[in-house]
């Protein structure tokens, strides 16, 4: 036996297969020489969510005056074939779909993990509303428009959404306290806009009610470029703080002892939430129902105990392009605004939601 052998380290035993971590709901996926795990139900909606978008992009981009062929519209998006129609008419309205439909899940996400009720979203406790109080505002008293009707629905959501927390902050903040006063608010605030309306000059006034319905049409693409923006600074903030709110979400006592700042964890989740529906109301109006269902239908397909972002905003992203492509083709060729659509839609699914509250009471 050499000197060399004699020097040599023993092979060190494989760990018994009982060490080893045992995921069986769980898919290791490697990255940068790391495991990330991921559950398989969360995995297949966004592999379902993702080819349902792009199935539906195609629709959008295809559908029109007249149905373009899958030649033209790959040539379109190739720059082989160019089309105007398809790239600088159609194609605003799909990506302002998808990333409008993603903002409103995650904001849904947001006030509903923050309030632990489903019924917790923007719409729901007036800051769709507020939003749109804003923007009547620079419109209406200001004569404001484009960038300053945006920063003025921001700054609308974001005092709707500070008199909401403060008036359901009395003896602890309670989510259904929340839910109650903003619903309350919510009414104050749309008669405060039919007023701003009524008051309003005939052609500021029908731009308004038009405004209010919720719509892509005429969307393009420098209408999208500020809002991208924002809502991915919004999105990756979130994403950034996703556990902290998530472990908020478990209770109040349980994300203390995770040192969890819970003043200031609420307060960020407040203005992304509002951030997130204060931009798509600024260029698109108030899109109802979608911050409301999204996130619960992401949260029954992932089977996920809280309500998590990444399939609120999947199934936010393909609920508004669902949407939208009925909106377009149900009058044909008179496009409905879309909020007209997800307002039906929202309400069938409203009676269903209240109702099954009221049978586990």
Not at 26 to 32: A, E, K
Not at 276 to 283: D, K, M, N, R, Y
Request: aromatic share 6%.
């Amino acid at each position: 036996m050499s000197g060399n052998e004699l020097i040599a380290p023993a092979p060190r035993p494989e760990p018994p297969q009982a060490d080893r971590p045992h995921r069986p709901n769980q898919v290791r996926i490697p990255v940068r020489g790391r495991a990330l795990w991921i559950e398989r139900r969360t995995l297949g909606l966004i592999i379902g969510a993702g080819a349902a978008m792009l199935v539906l992009a195609y629709i959008g981009l295809s559908f029109g005056s007249s149905w373009s062929t899958p030649g033209e519209v790959f040539g379109a998006l190739t720059g082989t074939q160019p089309s105007v129609v398809i790239a600088e008419w159609r194609g605003p309205r799909v990506v302002a779909a998808i990333l409008f439909g993603a903002a409103l899940g995650v904001a849904g996400a947001i006030f509903q993990n923050l309030t632990r009720n489903p019924m917790g979203s923007p719409d729901i406790i007036g800051l769709d509303a507020g939003a749109y109080t804003g923007a009547l505002l620079v419109m209406t008293v200001f004569a404001g428009a484009g960038a300053t009707v945006a920063f003025g629905s921001v700054v609308g959501g974001l005092i709707t959404a500070v008199v909401v927390y403060v008036l359901s902050r009395s003896n602890g903040l309670s989510g259904m306290r929340l839910v109650v006063i903003g619903i309350a608010v919510n009414a104050m605030v749309t008669a405060l806009n039919n007023w701003l309306i009524l008051r309003a000059e005939l052609e500021v006034a029908m731009a308004a009610v038009g405004w209010n319905s919720g719509s892509l049409n005429g969307i393009d693409w420098e209408d999208l470029v500020m809002p991208a923006a924002i809502i991915g600074v919004l999105l990756l903030g979130i994403a950034l703080r996703a556990h902290a709110m998530h472990q908020s979400a478990l209770g109040d006592s349980v994300a203390i002892s995770t040192g969890v700042g819970l003043e200031r964890q609420r307060l960020l989740m407040v203005f992304i939430g509002v951030g997130c529906t204060a931009t798509v109301t600024s260029v698109a109006g108030p899109v109802v129902f979608v911050a409301l269902a999204a996130p619960q239908i992401g949260r029954r397909l992932a089977r996920a105990p809280g309500i998590p972002l990444l399939p609120a905003a999947l199934c936010g992203a393909v609920l508004l392009q669902v949407a939208d492509l009925i909106a377009q083709m149900l009058l044909a060729p008179v496009s409905l605004p879309v909020g007209v659509v997800t307002t039906a839609i929202g309400g069938c699914y409203l009676i269903w939601l209240l109702a099954q509250e009221v049978r586990r009471r």
